[in-house]
């Protein structure tokens, strides 16, 4: 079996990333393609967590007009349809998965139990966890940190639509710099738009590495789990 570096990944997937190019609904081609990765680091022995995003779907910007708690929570349906679809392509590969949401719906998945969570994964069951951290004004990067935190992952693997962290956004300054590390310290000082303040602070204090990498390129996925440095290492 080859050489791993990472035993325990927690997987961050926004829903850009599953609408692939339009960055809207579901694309089947892309999930497919994200799948295939998921299912070559199961291969290899990689215990796997996934937190999806919603905003293929719907974001909080578009209920600017709306209580902010009702907006939330409708985006928190929102990754549970994720979810599923994720779900429903991995299963395709031959994985076994479980969905599980912090806000109960038993009919169509598992509540969030963490010990229940651990030993899924220590069978190497692919678990993917919706609708955030069950709670409004918080965000699915903030769920990300506090699931790796509590089910003792090794790293964040936080998926994006660009490579890596810049100074700027590379879409709008072509001479923005482009990070191969940084501490959450700097991302904080420097107010990059990495992951959410909450996000960022509690990966901090639980001292939890995380990668940010671009999912335009899926078998990035396995380069990390197997020790290749591609995009930004914040520690």
Not at 197 to 218: H, M, R, Y
Request: glycine fraction near 10%.
């Amino acid at each position: 079996m080859p050489e791993i570096k990472y035993k325990r990944v927690l997987l961050k997937l926004s829903g850009e990333a599953i609408g692939g190019t339009e960055g809207k609904g579901v694309n089947a081609d892309t999930l497919g393609k994200i799948c295939d990765q998921i299912k070559n680091i199961v291969d290899l022995g990689v215990e796997v967590g996934v937190v999806v995003g919603g905003g293929n779907f719907w974001r909080g910007r578009y209920g600017h007009q709306m209580e902010r708690t009702t907006s939330d929570y409708m985006g928190m349906l929102a990754t549970t349809m994720n979810g599923l679809a994720l779900q429903d392509s991995l299963e395709a590969r031959g994985l076994t998965t479980r969905l599980q949401t912090a806000i109960e719906m038993r009919q169509i998945a598992e509540p969030y139990i963490r010990r229940k969570v651990t030993n899924h994964l220590e069978k190497g069951r692919v678990v993917i966890f919706a609708c955030g951290t069950g709670n409004p004004f918080f965000t699915t990067d903030t769920a990300a940190a506090l699931r790796s935190a509590e089910i003792e992952a090794d790293v964040i693997l936080l998926a994006k639509t660009i490579d890596a962290v810049y100074s700027e956004d590379p879409k709008v300054d072509p001479n923005a710099q482009r990070y191969d590390e940084i501490t959450y310290l700097d991302i904080l000082n420097k107010d990059l738009k990495v992951m959410d303040a909450t996000a960022v602070s509690l990966c901090k204090d639980n001292q939890i590495p995380l990668i940010v990498f671009g999912i335009d390129e899926p078998e990035n996925i396995v380069k990390i789990v197997k020790g290749e440095k591609i995009g930004t290492y914040i520690r």
